[in-house]
């Protein structure tokens, strides 16, 4: 059986790190298991969903790589939709029901009085023909119920293991509502099965609507396809994400300036038994993916290990692969430069102020004047790759400074800061007119 998931997001917002776990843990295990991705925009609700949010998700899964292998949008299959509830309504298991939404809430007040179960008591089976009909002529229009078997409804979940919903215990699911849109549960479930879905993967949130999809695609007699609610983020304190998710867009974080595979490989590998390392690619990502990995307890998020992962990403980038990006900042001083600087990289556009460091305006920070004059006299001609050690060892000897007595002022009147590149690394970059002109207290 070759594999086929779905990501199925609602164009009514931008791509936060929840629903892009699930776009990528999706991805991943097609990748793994060489099966196809397909992307489902969820649009039925057209008062809600924008082109903006939709080209918005377009844009952020290519981004990070999350190559599409087909596409849909729902609000182009409603007649399939009509198709399939018109088949349920025929074999009986949708049903009209006319309750108003202040009706209902009385009678769940009144059940949970007795101390029943506020469950949806199935009133509108009991209506006649004429008290259809009667209540359309005060104006009503039906929502349409489904009518679930109410049994116990079990299946193998990939990341949970044994899974049970006794759809007993649930109100029969209102698939279409009095204006006749088609809610989330049935378009999904008539997609996943025209589009030969063989997992559906998604967070545990889900877990109490698949009760009501395994009837529903039993009822639609079609193969009722595996699978797996993944245990929902949290931050780093523990607490649930969820709340938080709107200001952790991906749109933002590619503004803020991360890497695509550091949220890949974190998103990729958080609440699972791999190391919280960067991977080399996204598809290698895939290729070491397994749902056993991954364990039931919540995936905790933390920032802190994001930024671990940029800068490991950084760190380990190839010129060839950063070249374009510094031609596009300008800011592309050749390969000595990139190793040089790479490795004090947070995000890519740090890279700016470490070319102003080589290429200056610096402006100097001398504390002892008589310092960096003994250290201009002793500045060898040639600064080559032992520039560094065989200068400070001649500034030692000149002015009996050692240890950060000795490297700090010397940073500060080459830098003009405190914190920054490897001095050795970065000081050949720099050139010999520029350390002399800012030894003397020149902006250069
Ligand atoms: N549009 C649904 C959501 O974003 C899809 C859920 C599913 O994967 O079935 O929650």
Not at 194 to 214: F, K, L, P, S
Not at 282 to 304: H, I, Q
Not at 305 to 333: C, F, S, W
Request: one cysteine or more.
């Amino acid at each position: 059986m070759s594999v086929k998931v779905r990501f199925a997001p609602s164009p009514t917002g931008k791509l936060h790190v929840g629903n892009v776990r699930t776009a990528l843990v999706n991805w991943l295990f097609a990748k793994g298991q060489g099966g196809k991705f397909v992307l489902r925009i969820d649009d039925t609700d057209l008062a809600r969903s924008t082109p903006e949010f939709e080209q918005g998700i377009e844009d952020d899964l290519s981004w990070l790589g999350l190559v599409w292998d087909e596409r849909y949008n729902q609000s182009k299959r409603f007649d399939r939709y009509e198709e399939a509830s018109a088949r349920l309504k025929a074999a009986g298991r949708l049903y009209p029901c006319y309750e108003t939404g202040d009706e209902l809430d009385r009678r769940r007040k009144v059940q949970l009085a007795r101390g029943l179960p506020p469950i949806y008591d199935r009133a509108a089976l009991e209506l006649t023909e004429a008290d259809r009909a009667a209540l359309e002529a005060e104006g009503r229009k039906p929502h349409w119920r489904f009518k679930l078997e109410g049994k116990r409804v079990a299946w193998e979940d990939l990341s949970r293991g044994h899974a049970e919903v006794d759809t007993a215990s649930m109100s029969d699911p209102v698939l279409i509502r009095e204006d006749g849109l088609f809610l989330y549960t049935l378009p999904s479930v008539v997609d996943d099965i025209d589009m030969a879905i063989t997992h559906v993967i998604r967070g545990e949130d889900h877990v109490t609507n698949t009760g009501a999809q395994i009837e529903i695609f039993e009822a639609l007699g079609a193969t009722v396809p595996g699978f797996a609610h993944m245990p929902l983020l949290v931050g780093a304190d523990g607490q649930a994400l969820s709340k938080r998710l709107g200001s952790l867009s991906i749109a933002e974080m590619r503004d803020q300036g991360y890497e695509p595979i550091a949220i890949t490989s974190h998103l990729g590998r958080i609440g699972t038994s791999d190391p919280l390392e960067v991977a080399e690619s996204v598809e290698a990502l895939g290729n070491s993916f397994a749902f056993s990995k991954m364990g039931r307890s919540p995936a905790r998020y933390d920032t802190a290990d994001l930024d671990r992962l940029n800068a490991q990403a950084l760190h380990a980038m190839p010129y060839d692969t950063a070249k374009p990006r510094l031609d596009a900042l300008g800011v592309d001083l050749g390969e000595a430069f990139w190793t040089g600087v790479q490795g004090n990289l947070q995000t890519f556009g740090d890279v700016a102020e470490m070319a102003r460091i080589v290429q200056g305006p610096v402006v100097p920070v001398i504390e002892d004047a008589a310092f960096a004059g003994a250290a201009l006299a002793v500045l060898p001609q040639a600064i080559d790759a032992d520039a560094w050690s065989v200068w400070t060892t001649a500034v030692k000897e000149a002015t009996g400074a050692k240890g950060k007595a000795l490297f700090m002022p010397l940073r500060l009147i080459l830098t003009g800061q405190a914190h920054g590149p490897d001095m050795a690394t970065i000081v050949p970059l720099i050139g010999r007119d520029r350390i002399a002109s800012r030894l003397k207290g020149e902006t250069a």
